[in-house]
């Protein structure tokens, strides 16, 4: 093989290469803006949400939605826990209230401004107050903050949620949930 011959095939190899790179730089930085501006996915790890997503399972929560709009009473959210301690841990709840509306919990159901809530999701559970985590006080009718959301788990006898740590900042949510889309036999819009 000449030198011209060897020239063109290093040639070839060296565009070969780059191209190679700068199709992969391009997957990161696009796998990179979807899952921090559009969609992310989870794991269910906890019980909290049962029936409705049982542990295990996989949900998408997207992103778009509260770049234009707030959540609402109904919406499923993945939101920042708020004990600093679990630093980074995404939690999905339900979102009962907002900010400026009162809750109360009567004879283990939920009331919303005085409406006593149909909540089928909850399998007719009870909804008692819990024991606050240390240093928060949470009393009954709760006028929930502005710019602050009520959340509960759907497995009202088996989740820490607002009547344990309070009101959420709105802030801290991350996304709505969307589809479980794993395993195959729950896969299905929320």
């Not at 899952?35 to 906890?46: C, D, K, L, M, N």
């Not at 149909?118 to 009954?140: A, Q």
């Not at 009520?150 to 820490?160: A, E, F, I, K, Y």
């Amino acid at each position: 093989m000449n030198e011209s011959g060897r020239a063109e095939r290093s040639s070839s190899f060296l565009r070969t290469l780059i191209s190679l790179l700068g199709l992969i730089v391009l997957v990161v930085v696009l796998s990179w803006g979807l899952r921090t501006f559009v969609f992310q996915a989870y794991e269910i790890p906890s019980g909290s949400m049962e029936e409705t997503i049982m542990p295990g399972d996989m949900v998408f929560s997207e992103k778009i939605t509260y770049y234009t709009s707030t959540p609402q009473p109904g919406d499923i959210v993945t939101f920042s826990d708020p004990d600093p301690a679990q630093s980074g841990r995404i939690l999905i709840k339900r979102v009962i209230a907002v900010g400026g509306q009162t809750v109360d919990l009567q004879d283990g159901r939920v009331y919303v401004d005085g409406q006593l809530q149909d909540e089928p999701y909850t399998r007719g559970e009870p909804s008692y107050p819990l024991t606050p985590v240390y240093g928060t006080e949470i009393n009954y009718p709760y006028t929930v903050p502005e710019g602050g959301l009520w959340v509960m788990g759907d497995n009202r006898t088996n989740s820490q949620d607002s009547r344990y740590f309070g009101a959420i900042k709105a802030s801290t949510v991350t996304g709505k949930a969307i589809f479980i889309y794993w395993p195959l036999d729950s896969i299905g819009p929320l």
